[in-house]
């Protein structure tokens, strides 16, 4: 049998909550805060550290804009896309 690295997690379908999957590409991708901060910084994002944070732990919620540039970073540093 080959393992899917996903270590007993379920995981997202298609359909699921696109901050769910950016918090599950976050904690499976043993990123650090600061080093998602800077590149979501990088590429136009404006919200801090402590809101990024919040919204990964389902306390806050984005701007549909500053979601999807987080969702972006998240993507381009874990390799899963442009």
Request: no cysteine.
């Amino acid at each position: 049998m080959i393992g899917d690295g996903t270590q007993g997690r379920p995981q997202p379908t298609s359909g699921a909550d696109p901050r769910m999957l950016a918090a599950a590409r976050f904690q499976d991708g043993n990123l650090s805060l600061p080093q998602v901060w800077a590149h979501y910084f990088g590429i136009g994002g404006n919200a801090d550290e402590l809101a990024l944070d919040a919204y990964l732990h389902g306390m806050m919620d984005l701007s549909p804009l500053q979601a999807d540039l987080l969702h972006i970073a998240i993507r381009e540093i874990t390799g899963d896309g442009p």
